[in-house]
């Protein structure tokens, strides 16, 4: 592995060199959607009241990190579009 390449959750690897933020952004988006996911299945799955409420404080906590990730996705192609003159 490369000084540029990373290995990536999904199995496969990231080069940094190469990759574009808005697209580090929706694998961001995409890996906190699938956490958020995971955590509500476990308290689906869960067997104490206790473990049920932290799993889904847990996937609460992924929604607001994808939330916060696709603002900030959002304003980057704002921020494109106006550079580049396509915005209203």
């Known amino acids: 592995m490369t000084g540029d390449a990373m290995p990536h959750q999904r199995d496969d690897t990231v080069n940094w060199a190469e990759i574009s933020l808005e697209e580090i952004l929706e694998r961001a988006i995409a890996d906190e959607e699938e956490a958020r996911d995971y955590y509500k299945h476990a308290a689906d799955l869960a067997g104490s009241v206790h473990t049920r409420y932290m799993l889904l404080s847990l996937s609460e ?12 996705l959002e304003d980057l192609l704002l921020q494109r579009d106006l550079e580049t003159g396509m915005a209203d």
């Not at 906590?61 to 900030?72: F, I, S, V, Y």
């Open 61 to 72: 906590m992924e929604q607001g990190h994808a939330d916060t990730l696709r603002k900030e």
